[in-house]
């Protein structure tokens, strides 16, 4: 894997936070990169049944691997301001120096809803972010600032515990018009799977942010988050989808969406073939990898696996002996 990082995506959706730690180490020690652990107050769905706190399970994360480690990721907009992000962020960057980088994204109604704020339709969301990652980046020079802008005010104030080198900051999104603009503010992108033409449309508005702002496009990480469902039969891989991972096959987007009580019950309409194009279910690791290559061979230099199902370890074993070893870039 010369220089590639393949990682574990930490659902907290689906794991306890001690079981999502002990499964994070276990990864690394079988040939995985980092971590991704998601940011989330509720899980898509209740059969998921959990979501812990991002920031504490990281901590730990931190104490118990090697590796990088983020979160994939976090909305500075609402139910937190962008101060406690870039606080929050710095700190686990000063404590495990060289291995944080910070994932921001616009958010979704099922975690950011909480607060009783007004939801704002997309674009204002993403205005909202990119306003927020002006904050974040000012606070992470470690000098003291002040803001005043369209949604957030910030009165005069430092972080007083910095890393040495500020956290990568990372922008998610599968929308060209929010690439093009991730590329000209900040370091990376992050996106999820989706067809091989719509990521290249993606990564061409981004390295044209970038080449506009005077950066190389090159030397800026493209991540990606790909789910998957592996089992030691194609039956058991489907039922872990179809039951452990529902909101994978539905064809809309789900940003609005408030409640998991509501996609449950969204869940019921959703059948196998929903997820073509969209998730690999197979019981054949050869079939996964060559459908994580194929992201791979697109020009993406980190990708963080989540196995929808609640046989990790057992996933992990199998792919550490027949998939990672025979990924190339």
């Known amino acids: 894997m010369t220089g590639l990082q393949i990682g574990y995506a930490a659902m907290l959706e689906q794991f306890h936070p001690t079981e999502a730690v002990a499964i994070s180490a276990y990864a690394e020690q079988h ?12 899980p898509w769905v209740p059969q998921q049944g959990q979501s812990a706190f991002v920031w504490n399970v990281l901590s730990a ?31 686990l960057a000063a404590m495990y120096p060289g291995r944080h980088w910070l994932g921001l994204g616009s958010g979704e109604a099922l975690n950011e809803h909480i607060t009783g704020q007004y939801w704002p339709e997309a674009p204002e969301r ?24 369209q949604f957030y005010k910030l009165e005069s104030t430092r972080l007083w515990t910095m890393p040495e080198t500020p956290p990568e ?97 969204m869940a019921k309409l959703v059948r196998p073939e929903d997820f073509e194009g969209r998730m690999v279910i197979s019981s054949d690791p050869d079939e996964h990898r060559a459908y994580i290559q194929r992201f791979v061979d697109l020009g993406f230099d980190r990708v963080y696996l989540h196995n929808v199902g609640r046989n990790q370890r057992e996933w992990i074993d199998v792919f550490a002996e027949h998939v990672l070893p025979k990924l190339t870039r």
């Open 31 to 42: 040939g995985f990169s980092g971590v991704m652990a998601a940011d989330h107050f509720q």
């Open 169 to 265: 900051i990372l922008v998610a999104t599968a929308g060209s018009v929010t690439a093009k603009r991730a590329g000209r503010t900040v370091d990376g992108l992050i996106t999820v799977g989706a067809p091989l033409e719509k990521i290249s449309g993606l990564f061409a508005k981004f390295d044209e942010g970038a080449r506009e702002a005077g950066k190389d496009p090159s030397t800026m990480p493209k991540v990606l988050q790909l789910h998957m469902s592996w089992a030691p039969t194609d039956e058991e891989a489907l039922t872990n989808a179809m039951v452990e991972w529902p909101n994978g096959g539905m064809k809309f987007p789900k940003g609005d969406i408030r409640s998991p009580f509501e996609l449950e019950q």
């Open 126 to 149: 993403i205005t909202r972010m990119f306003e927020a990652i002006d904050i974040i980046k000012k606070l992470f020079t470690g000098k003291d600032v002040k803001h005043s802008g």
């Open 61 to 91: 994360i931190g104490e118990r691997t090697t590796g990088d480690m983020g979160p994939g990721v976090t909305a500075p907009t609402f139910r937190w301001h962008p101060a406690m992000v870039a606080q929050a962020s710095a700190t």
